[in-house]
């Protein structure tokens, strides 16, 4: 049963639709259904768009069209813009039933345009070449001749120092050759969605890898339903092509999964452990990873935050920023903990202050205790090269750190309760029953996309950057203390 109007495709859908058939259908029949995005998702977008605001003034001159709820009106101011022969920046055109907007096009000659799609990555990747070349099958159906397509991106080897030097923060890349193999199937995958749009029933289409390629499907709630509530075969360590063999098995838990079935040993533990329901535990490995330990033990964590478009002088586009960090200090064998903490109060650059005070704070010797450690090495190691006189210190700092994450990693230590994960979010309440739920800021993306949105953001109410505050002091001091925790839960477990 065919809808009584054919909608336009827009290239956003029209991606969808190279991903999945399905994920288009419902986006425009029952988009009710697809969860709205989240906060994490939204800052993505919000940056992308401050790129293609600083990519526009390297344009003077540039005319920016307002939005217009119908295609067709805005193709027609769009061209009648066009006859102007300025920079035009989300200039909209349509084809047949394709609709796109273009970031940037730049007149040249007498009637031609050079094409600028700009992306807040830091390379060409696959699925921007569709995108511009959905583009220019519309916009050259539309009269237009585009004369060069180009993509502008993030130089990740960018250094601020001062006001943000656009020209050389943004790179353009000729992407015209690669971009003109995969224009002329365009008109055929455009009408095979249209008619996908238009069918009354959710097309039939298999989950697989794509429901992560290029980006991650929001349908996987509903497309993945089939599987069990606990204990699914994708929770194999490393699963990746196995989980999918499997599943095309018909073998959909790891208890269903028979002692035929080649895996790794760690592989083999986890799944011995998830069929006897309980923990396996390597006492001698666990032995040797206590014994490294040196006190006084320190007990660290970081917070980071990240832009394409960096925040400080001294900084690289997307490097991690520490703006706060957590300190628990066991000074000897059965002391009680000292917490210690900081959360950057300003715009200013907080690793001076950071360095400055765990270089007090972490002694001459003892253990360095991390999660995942090399996040902080890299942090602390990063934050030396802008800031030289602590290098010394980080280098000595490097040699004593441990990570939390090795007993975990090598399966010296498994429970169920972990899925498959050696993350502290799954290892803490697998191994000692307390965890993160119930927490307003649960997550690192969280803690960096909330201090962003209350530091940076303009009319922030104090109540919210102090509610904000407590909330990050709140859940970086459970990553720190969380460790002692399982520290010594593992100390129990091998008496």
């Given at each position: 049963?065919?809808?009584?109007?054919?909608?336009?495709?827009?290239?956003?859908?029209?991606?969808?639709?190279?991903?999945?058939?399905?994920?288009?259908?419902?986006?425009?029949?029952?988009?009710?259904?697809?969860?709205?995005?989240?906060?994490?998702?939204?800052?993505?977008?919000?940056?992308?768009?401050?790129?293609?605001?600083?990519?526009?003034?390297?344009?003077?001159?540039?005319?920016?069209?307002?939005?217009?709820?119908?295609?067709?009106?805005?193709?027609?101011?769009?061209?009648?813009?066009?006859?102007?022969?300025?920079?035009?920046?989300?200039?909209?055109?349509?084809?047949?039933?394709?609709?796109?907007?273009?970031?940037?096009?730049?007149?040249?000659?007498?009637?031609?345009?050079?094409?600028?799609?700009?992306?807040?990555?830091?390379?060409?990747?696959?699925?921007?070449?569709?995108?511009?070349?959905?583009q220019r099958y519309t916009y050259e159906g539309a009269g237009l001749k585009i004369r060069r397509c180009y993509l502008?991106?993030?130089?990740?080897?960018?250094?601020?120092?001062?006001?943000?030097?656009?020209?050389?923060?943004?790179?353009?890349?000729?992407?015209?050759?690669?971009?003109?193999?995969?224009?002329?199937?365009?008109?055929?995958?455009?009408?095979?969605?249209?008619?996908?749009?238009?069918?009354?029933?959710?097309?039939?289409?298999?989950?697989?890898?794509?429901?992560?390629?290029?980006?991650?499907?929001?349908?996987?709630?509903?497309?993945?339903?089939?599987?069990?509530?606990?204990?699914?075969?994708?929770?194999?360590?490393r699963g990746g092509k196995k989980a999918y063999e499997l599943m095309d098995k018909g073998i959909l838990s790891l208890?269903?999964?028979c002692g035929s079935v080649k895996l790794t040993n760690s592989q083999r533990i986890q799944v011995d452990s998830h069929?006897?329901?309980?923990?396996?535990?390597?006492?001698?490995?666990?032995?040797?990873?206590?014994?490294?330990?040196?006190?006084?033990?320190?007990?660290?964590?970081?917070?980071?935050?990240?832009?394409?478009?960096?925040?400080?002088?001294?900084?690289?586009?997307?490097?991690?920023?520490?703006?706060?960090?957590?300190?628990?200090?066991?000074?000897?064998?059965?002391?009680?903990?000292?917490?210690?903490?900081?959360?950057?109060?300003?715009?200013?650059?907080?690793?001076?202050?950071?360095?400055?005070?765990?270089?007090?704070?972490?002694?001459?010797?003892?253990?360095?205790?991390?999660?995942?450690?090399?996040?902080?090495?890299?942090?602390?190691?990063?934050?030396?090269?802008?800031?030289?006189?602590?290098?010394?210190?980080?280098?000595?700092?490097?040699?004593?750190?441990?990570?939390?994450?090795?007993?975990?990693?090598?399966?010296?230590?498994?429970?169920?309760?972990?899925?498959?994960?050696?993350?502290?979010?799954?290892?803490?309440?697998?191994?000692?029953?307390?965890?993160?739920?119930?927490?307003?800021?649960?997550?690192?993306?969280?803690?960096?996309?909330?201090?962003?949105?209350?530091?940076?953001?303009?009319?922030?109410?104090?109540?919210?950057?102090?509610?904000?505050?407590?909330?990050?002091?709140?859940?970086?001091?459970?990553?720190?203390?969380?460790?002692?925790?399982?520290?010594?839960?593992?100390?129990?477990?091998?008496?």
């Amino acid at each position: 049963m065919k809808n009584r109007h054919t909608p336009f495709l827009s290239k956003s859908k029209y991606l969808a639709g190279l991903q999945c058939m399905k994920l288009l259908w419902y986006l425009y029949n029952r988009k009710q259904d697809i969860p709205e995005i989240d906060a994490a998702t939204q800052a993505i977008m919000d940056q992308g768009n401050a790129v293609g605001e600083l990519a526009r003034t390297l344009y003077p001159g540039g005319i920016k069209l307002d939005r217009e709820a119908m295609p067709e009106r805005q193709a027609e101011r769009s061209l009648e813009a066009a006859r102007l022969r300025n920079p035009l920046f989300e200039a909209g055109f349509v084809y047949k039933r394709a609709y796109a907007l273009a970031d940037i096009l730049v007149p040249v000659g007498a009637d031609a345009w050079d094409l600028i799609e700009v992306k807040s990555t830091s390379s060409v990747k696959d699925e921007h070449l569709y995108d511009v070349a959905f583009q220019r099958y519309t916009y050259e159906g539309a009269g237009l001749k585009i004369r060069r397509c180009y993509l502008m991106h993030i130089n990740n080897q960018y250094v601020r120092e001062g006001e943000i030097e656009a020209k050389k923060l943004l790179k353009k890349e000729d992407i015209t050759e690669e971009v003109s193999k995969f224009v002329p199937e365009i008109e055929k995958e455009i009408g095979s969605m249209v008619d996908a749009i238009a069918v009354k029933d959710v097309p039939d289409v298999k989950v697989g890898r794509h429901c992560n390629d290029p980006y991650e499907c929001p349908l996987q709630d509903i497309c993945w339903a089939f599987l069990p509530p606990e204990d699914d075969v994708f929770c194999l360590y490393r699963g990746g092509k196995k989980a999918y063999e499997l599943m095309d098995k018909g073998i959909l838990s790891l208890a269903d999964i028979c002692g035929s079935v080649k895996l790794t040993n760690s592989q083999r533990i986890q799944v011995d452990s998830h069929g006897r329901g309980k923990p396996h535990v390597d006492k001698e490995g666990i032995r040797e990873f206590l014994d490294r330990l040196k006190y006084p033990l320190y007990f660290l964590d970081f917070e980071t935050i990240s832009a394409a478009i960096p925040l400080y002088d001294h900084s690289r586009p997307f490097e991690q920023i520490p703006f706060q960090y957590s300190l628990h200090i066991i000074r000897k064998e059965g002391g009680r903990p000292e917490s210690y903490s900081y959360i950057a109060p300003d715009r200013k650059d907080p690793r001076p202050a950071v360095l400055k005070q765990l270089k007090e704070l972490l002694g001459e010797s003892g253990s360095v205790i991390a999660y995942n450690a090399g996040f902080e090495k890299t942090v602390l190691k990063k934050a030396s090269e802008y800031y030289p006189e602590y290098k010394t210190w980080v280098n000595k700092i490097d040699k004593r750190v441990v990570d939390l994450l090795a007993p975990f990693r090598s399966f010296f230590y498994y429970h169920p309760g972990q899925a498959g994960s050696a993350s502290i979010k799954d290892v803490l309440p697998a191994l000692t029953g307390s965890g993160y739920k119930n927490m307003e800021i649960a997550d690192g993306n969280s803690a960096s996309t909330e201090y962003h949105r209350v530091t940076f953001g303009d009319n922030i109410a104090i109540k919210d950057r102090a509610r904000v505050h407590a909330a990050l002091e709140k859940y970086c001091a459970l990553d720190t203390k969380g460790m002692i925790d399982i520290l010594d839960a593992l100390r129990k477990e091998v008496g």
